[in-house]
């Protein structure tokens, strides 16, 4: 009889089989009703599912006006709203025929061929919702029921549908012994679809619902068979939580930084150029320069040394780091010798002859670099270390290439070159855990400076079950202890991760959360335990003794694309001034004031302040929405009577009427200031007090 164990530990035995509701019900009424699903051994059931044997049993609940839904709770409602929404827009549009309709992580969709007679636009979309809430309203139990796989076949054969045919018969090729439907009510009088579930117990837990796109699609992904709608939906507990779900779709589109860019002109990327290769225009890379003086400033602290190294490598030195051919779909192909290429011209090679030549290593040729490491690795390695010289910091902003697929690339998250921060650390065993701490607090250091509070630490460790990994054990057990000890150190939230670790060694994964709430991986420290072999590095002991030195991989931007893309979302495109590209636009009233604004606008400029001018004849009213549109921190607006009192009338970004004036010298100083302190002091603390509380 089960025997059932519950996420706490608690079990509880029944002496029958039981459903998941009951064992929901004999813990509390309000929990059962609450419950929408259970996870039994770990694996996603409905919650009238039958246990029969003894399980381990997670209750899965959606409770309306929570803050945090659960991720099991969503997919399952959005999965069972996929089925409300066919439903419905079977009802309103006759014809329609449905192919297949997925959960995905923020909603769901449903792939339909749709009469040409009668296409949907999103103008139904309000239509369909109405039609939705009816099924919802009813609170239709959504009831299972199963066929043999010949019986099943028959009635889908029967029915005349090719899509769910198709659908039943790639079931059965990947081993399904049976096939089932949920019927949204009664099975065989009310409306039904082949599916595997599972799905909430009925209709009325859907708590809030909404048609949100259409897209066309093709049959199988194929662009030659069948041209299908795709409609998107999504689906909370509440109101509330899909009322704020909608807002921050809303903001994403409007902080795309591919769409502020239109207005900000960071960066550029032409076709001429190449697809995923992003060119920095002055004002992008104001912005990443400034970032690598800041950081340049804390290496240094922290005892780093700066170097430069090429763009390519032998493809024998690639050979060695297990770079080439190992991770060819992921690289640009290798750059070959001219004589080589002539050499196999005059023979008559093939494609196939001189790929099989490149990997044996009959003829060599140069790498685009997929990496610096091996780089940094033959700095290292050019003189004898002994122990009294490491750590041995090494750091450069590398550029790396990596051959993303075309589909994948676009602005600057998505490239195929970029800049890596990127670090190779050399040290003794027991200098592992202060140097990933101090990698962690870079990153702290970094995430403070500009206001970025919200960040965790992923620790990937060994799978314990796995034999892929190199190196002994003692010394992973050194690092593993090493990275998790620095992360407790840190002091943010940390989770620990079993067979996340690379092959080499364990590592630590940094997770910024931006002001929408969304997840971006930037920084990464790791432990090597393979190159030291492959490259047989050595350091001296004080026994006189070679030994390995133990290798940390870092980059604490990630990359400097991905980062500028990331921070330009985040801040909507208004940096703060020490990173905004223009700092400071005089705008003079008239020509009168012309002259005044340049005598302005050269001060600053020759003291350190990114200034421009407007000289333009405009209205000064169509000056000051043009700047206001290039989000810059200080309009500095000047009429005769500014120059007369060697002032500039202040607009601050974010507050929209004018400060007031105040001398040119106090504006210059306390801006200065301001860029200085890298934001922690403000033009406005010190001169208008008032306005900073206002400045949000
Ligand atoms: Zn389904
Ligand atoms: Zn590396």
Not at 595 to 606: N, P, Q, T, W
Request: hydrophobic share 35%.
């Amino acid at each position: 009889m089960p025997r059932i164990t519950l996420p706490d530990g608690d079990t509880r035995e029944f002496d029958h089989p039981v459903s998941c509701a009951e064992v929901a019900e004999s813990i509390s009424p309000a929990l059962a009703k609450n419950a929408v699903g259970a996870r039994i051994n770990g694996e996603l059931h409905d919650l009238n599912t039958t246990i029969e044997h003894d399980a381990d049993l997670r209750l899965i609940t959606a409770r309306p006006g929570e803050k945090e839904p659960d991720p099991d709770a969503l997919y399952l409602m959005r999965h069972s709203c996929a089925h409300v929404m066919a439903e419905a827009i079977q009802r309103l549009v006759p014809g329609v025929l449905l192919v297949y309709g997925p959960p995905l992580d923020n909603g769901f969709y449903y792939d339909m061929y749709v009469p040409n007679a009668r296409p949907l636009s999103s103008e139904d979309f309000a239509t369909i919702e109405e039609e939705m809430g009816r099924i919802i309203a009813e609170d239709k139990p959504f009831t299972r029921y199963e066929m043999p796989v010949d019986d099943g076949m028959k009635k889908l054969t029967d029915e005349g549908s090719k899509y769910k045919l198709d659908n039943a018969e790639r079931a059965i090729e990947a081993g399904s012994g049976e096939l089932s439907w949920y019927a949204t009510g009664e099975p065989g009088s009310d409306w039904e679809d082949l599916c595997r579930g599972p799905h909430v117990p009925s209709t009325g837990r859907i708590g809030a619902w909404k048609v949100t796109s259409l897209a066309s699609s093709y049959w199988h992904g194929d662009a030659d068979s069948d041209r299908l709608t795709r409609v998107y939906g999504t689906a909370f507990t509440d109101r509330k939580q899909l009322k704020r779900y909608v807002r921050q779709l809303e903001e994403a589109k409007e902080r795309d930084h591919r769409v502020l860019n239109r207005q900000l002109k960071l960066f550029h990327i032409d076709e001429a150029v190449g697809q995923g290769l992003v060119l920095w225009t002055p004002n992008g890379s104001y912005v990443r320069q400034e970032l690598q003086t800041f950081m340049n400033e804390e290496l240094r602290k922290q005892g780093y040394h700066q170097v430069f190294t090429p763009h390519i490598g032998k493809l024998s030195l690639y050979r060695t780091s297990g770079h080439f051919p190992y991770y060819q779909e992921s690289q640009y192909p290798p750059l070959i010798q001219p004589q080589h290429l002539q050499h196999m011209a005059v023979e008559g090679s093939s494609c196939a002859d001189l790929s099989n030549q490149m990997k044996d290593g009959e003829i060599d040729g140069y790498l685009l670099k997929p990496m610096n490491c091996p780089h940094h690795i033959k700095i290292y390695s050019s003189e004898q270390h002994s122990y009294r010289d490491l750590p041995i910091r090494l750091a450069e902003y590398g550029v790396v290439y990596r051959w993303e697929q075309s589909g994948e690339v676009g602005g600057m998250t998505r490239v195929r070159s970029f800049a890596q921060d990127d670090a190779h650390i050399f040290c003794t065993e027991d200098q592992v855990q202060q140097e990933v701490l101090s990698c962690l607090e870079l990153v702290k250091i970094l995430f403070d400076t500009l206001g970025m509070k919200e960040f965790r630490v992923r620790v990937g460790l060994r799978d314990p079950d796995s034999s892929k990994y190199v190196g002994e054990a003692a010394s992973w057990d050194l690092a593993e202890q090493a990275c998790r000890e620095a992360a407790r150190i840190f002091g943010v939230p940390f989770t620990e991760e079993a067979g996340e670790a690379a092959f080499y060694g364990p590592k630590i994964d940094i997770i910024l959360k931006d002001v929408l709430g969304r997840e971006w991986q930037t920084g990464t420290v790791q432990v090597d335990y393979n190159l030291r072999e492959r490259f047989d590095l050595t350091y001296i002991g004080p026994d006189n003794q070679p030994h390995r030195p133990v290798m940390i991989h870092r980059t604490i931007f990630g990359s400097l694309e991905r980062f500028v893309g990331i921070l330009i979302e985040h801040f909507a495109g208004a940096f703060p001034t020490w990173l905004a590209p223009e700092q400071a636009r005089v705008l003079p009233i008239s020509e009168k004031s012309l002259d005044y604004g340049y005598e302005v606008k050269d001060r600053l400029f020759k003291e350190g302040v990114r200034a421009t001018i407007d000289g333009s004849d405009e209205r000064i009213q169509a000056k000051i929405k043009v700047a206001t549109q290039m989000k810059i921190p200080y309009l500095l607006v000047v009429g005769p009577r500014d120059a007369e009192q060697r002032a500039v009338s202040v607009r601050a970004r974010g507050i929209r009427h004018d400060l007031g004036a105040i001398g040119v010298d106090a504006f210059q100083e306390a801006v200065l200031r301001e860029i200085a302190s890298r934001g922690a002091e403000t033009v406005l603390s010190e001169h208008f007090p008032d306005a900073r509380s206002k400045a949000g």
